[in-house]
């Protein structure tokens, strides 16, 4: 709604080109209210139908006539009692509205004047005089004709506070709108601020007020003078609303529009500078980016979101915020190899021997390589498959990355999931952030410039996860080959296919990655090596790298597999070669330097200069210590380093049937040594013992090495031979080790680590293990040459194991044990 005044003062002038003077037309009528209803009403009077406006009496209102019928109307209405009956027409767009399409209550107006303007239309000047109602249609031609009733105005009891108080608000309401709208000249409130009579003034502000043409109906109708100036009210205040709010938005946008415009005057003086110094380089970078894209193949789709986002590159101040973020976007899209790929040499006697020069053993994963470049080969498309690698650290999981990647052609690129806590690493950032990058994913395809490279993706079970989201989730997408061909980049906003790509992860440990992620891979387990193998790395691989790496000739250092093996034994322990790899860098660097310092020296490694260098040896490792002595069983463990023996020791001393565990013994192990001693307990007749063989007997187990934690349930089968073999005091059979967990019912279950377990025996001088049945099928997927020399035992129950454990001989100097 808006306050329209025709005229910012009381009397405005109309040109009358009938008469050819200018006469002065009151917009009000002056006087009292009774002079303004002192007029004569014939019973029937013509009635003009008013198409977009409401007569109010009082009000004197100008009326474009254009309707042929109105014409006629107003011209024989003027020439006789010139009093007319003006009636809104309910719909505005009925060009011939019937009687039934007026408004029952209307105005008694009389005509002041009429006017022919110069484009031939006629205007009428009337003022309104009564409210009126209509009762009957006369006649309808040549124009309506109606009996009329007149509505007296329902004036408040004088004096009356409540109306002043309306009144004073419509006054001041209205000078408000006068001054917030800009489209009304302040000379208008002179003409709110003239009008005397309070009836006249809701009645001009009613007709000035720009709100719909049926709501000026309804405040017309409204018989309480009191009434309709508080409905009127109602109206002006929304008028406020709505005017400030337009006013408080053309506000921002002028804000917003002035400094647009600076900016852009700005930015063509910068241009006229950078032109006047020889050309706007960013204009000249742009250029440079079309010009690549038209060299690019790439999806139609890509081409035309790099278009668009060029574009808007070339519309951004360089000083804007988000200028660095549209610049990085563009040249990633540029960068990206968008179906570039190289092609795969499938030739697969050159890739096994690319393999095998790399690597010594790791024979699955090469299998797997050579199967899927033979499939390669012969269909010509295939899924890259998902290998996860995991082992203990050292033996070659990430460098074999590269050696794929160099047998199959491809380009190889690495990533280092360790400690990532970012989900946005691995999907990307949004544009919307200052500072954001692609993720990790695409920055590394871009590096490559290739989409079919060998992918490491090394320590995938070291992610983190935090209040940043999970990237292992995120990973799920990356790593299954029915989704990656979609995979979709926060920052680039479009998908990108990974269906091409290698993906090889690498790990230590499968406990820490979730089985969802699990179940994508394909696992490949990689041991530890034998000390022959570590023997043949060492010959083969690590020494003649590191003689080159020193400029070391072969001639200038010999070492010997007797020395060979000290090291290793000695001065390592570790599955894998790297502390290997170490040393002997250590013992090259001295040669050089012998070398370099002309020094004479035995070329020929000893094992007196390998104590100069290295100095004394940091590892010895258990041994089998003999079975002279009741209690103390072999048993053997699995660690990150690789398989281990441990011993198990029970002694026993009077007391009440107390159990003590010492060793740094974690929860589940000290389990074990309950269920092994309940379990004796309850079976103590098929020993020969008492039931109540330990009432009278405390027990105490220790396992050597008690700085270094121990934890698992692979010895309890251990810790019941140790147990039994101190209460009977009989030997322990030679050169056995075991492993394996057990239950109160006397079950032997399989435990895992078997390959690391048996490597750990065969160094420590053991010719016989004991394994639960359920393992077997482990032994039989080690190959021959680890496993040789050594007898397998496998076993259902706990007395199945102790009867081959326990022999019927006594210990030397046996212990005296009663149970009395």
Same mark, same amino acid.
């Given at each position: ?122 205007? &009428? ?29 329902? #004036? ?194 050159? &890739? ?181 193998? #570590? ?188 147990? &039994? ?96």
């Amino acid at each position: 709604m808006e306050m329209r005044f025709r005229k910012p003062v009381r009397e405005f002038l109309l040109p009358d080109i009938i008469d050819g003077e200018g006469d002065i037309v009151p917009i009000i009528a002056d006087g009292e209210d009774g002079d303004l209803e002192d007029i004569d009403v014939p019973d029937s009077i013509p009635i003009l139908s008013l198409r977009n406006t409401v007569l109010f009496p009082g009000v004197v209102l100008p009326i474009a006539i254009g309707r042929p019928r109105s014409v006629q109307l107003i011209k024989e209405a003027y020439r006789t009692d010139k009093i007319v009956g003006t009636v809104a027409q309910k719909d505005p767009d009925t060009d011939n509205p019937s009687f039934d399409e007026l408004h029952t209550v209307g105005t008694i107006g009389q005509i002041v004047k009429l006017l022919e303007m110069p484009d031939g239309s006629t205007t &009428a000047i009337i003022q309104g005089r009564k409210r009126m109602v209509l009762n009957e249609l006369i006649t309808d031609s040549p124009y309506f004709i109606a009996r009329v009733r007149t509505i007296p105005e329902i #004036k408040p009891e004088s004096p009356s506070k409540d109306f002043d108080a309306i009144v004073g608000s419509l006054k001041d309401l209205s000078l408000r709108i006068i001054k917030i709208n800009p489209t009304i000249s302040p000379e208008a409130s002179f003409a709110i601020k003239n009008i005397e009579n309070n009836t006249y003034l809701i009645n001009f502000i009613c007709s000035n007020t720009d709100i719909k043409v049926q709501d000026k109906q309804r405040l017309l109708e409204i018989n309480s003078l009191r009434d309709r100036g508080y409905s009127l009210m109602e109206h002006l205040v929304q008028e406020i609303q709505l005017l400030e709010l337009k006013n408080e938005l053309q506000s921002k946008v002028k804000s917003d529009l002035d400094q647009q415009q600076r900016e852009f005057l700005l930015h063509q003086q910068m241009k006229t500078i950078q032109n006047e110094l020889g050309g706007n380089p960013l204009e000249k970078e742009i250029e440079e980016f079309r010009k690549k894209a038209e060299a690019k193949s790439w999806p139609k789709e890509v081409a035309a979101t790099f278009g668009k986002e060029l574009g808007k590159l070339s519309r951004l101040n360089p000083a804007a915020s988000e200028y660095s973020v549209q610049i990085n976007y563009v040249q990633t899209l540029l960068d990206l190899p968008w179906e570039s790929y190289t092609e795969d040499n499938l030739d697969l006697n050159n &890739a096994r021997k690319v393999l095998d020069d790399d690597h010594f053993g790791l024979d699955e994963v090469k299998e797997r390589i050579l199967e899927h470049l033979a499939v390669l080969k012969l269909k010509g498309d295939l899924k890259s498959p998902i290998l996860c690698l995991y082992g203990p650290p050292g033996v070659g999981k990430t460098s074999l990355g590269r050696s794929v990647a160099k047998a199959l052609n491809r380009k190889y690129v690495r990533m280092s999931l360790g400690g990532l806590h970012d989900e946005a690493e691995i999907r990307g950032h949004r544009k919307t952030y200052i500072g954001a990058m692609p993720g990790r994913i695409i920055q590394n395809l871009k590096r490559a410039g290739s989409s079919n490279p060998v992918f490491i993706l090394d320590e995938i079970d070291k992610v983190g996860q935090d209040f940043r989201g999970d990237p292992s989730s995120a990973l799920l997408e990356v790593l299954d080959p029915e989704q990656n061909s979609t995979f979709f980049d926060n920052f680039i906003e479009m998908e990108y296919d990974l269906s091409k790509v290698l993906f090889i992860a690498t790990a230590n440990t499968l406990s820490t990655v979730g089985p969802a992620l699990r179940d994508r891979m394909e696992l490949i387990e990689i041991t530890g090596y034998l000390v022959e193998e #570590k023997l043949e790395i060492a010959r083969q691989y690590l020494l003649p790298k590191q003689l080159e790496n020193h400029g070391v000739k072969a001639d200038q250092l010999i070492i010997g597999k007797q020395v060979l093996e000290t090291i290793i034994d000695k001065y390592t322990r570790e599955s894998g070669v790297r502390e290997l790899d170490k040393k002997l860098a250590k013992i090259v660097r001295v040669t050089a330097k012998n070398i370099a310092s002309e020094i004479n020296y035995n070329p020929e490694l000893s094992d007196e200069m390998l104590t100069q260098i290295l100095g004394p040896p940091k590892y010895i490792r258990d041994l089998y210590a003999g079975n002279e002595q009741a209690g103390v069983v072999t048993g053997l463990a699995w660690t990150a380093a690789g398989g281990e023996i441990l011993f198990v020791e029970t002694s026993l001393s009077r007391g009440s049937g107390k159990l003590t565990l010492t060793g740094n013994l974690g929860e589940v192990m000290k389990e074990s040594a309950i269920i092994a001693l309940e379990y004796l307990k309850s079976n103590a007749e098929l020993l020969d013992l008492p039931d109540n063989f330990s009432e009278k007997w405390n027990i105490h187990i220790h396992v050597p090495e008690g700085a270094i934690p121990k934890d698992g349930p692979s010895a309890g089968i251990t810790m019941a031979a140790s147990i &039994a073999s101190a209460f009977t005091q009989r030997k322990v059979k030679k050169h056995l080790a075991m492993t394996g967990e057990i239950t109160l019912r006397g079950k032997v279950l399989p435990v895992g680590g078997i390959k690391e377990k048996i490597l750990a025996a065969k160094r420590s001088s053991i010719r016989e293990i004991i394994l639960s049945e359920d393992n077997r099928k482990d032994v039989e997927d080690i190959k021959p040459i680890y496993i040789e020399g050594l007898k397998f035992n496998y076993v259902n129950t706990i007395m199945e194991a102790l009867n081959l454990t326990l022999l019927r001989q006594k210990v030397k100097n046996p212990k005296k044990i009663t149970f009395e």
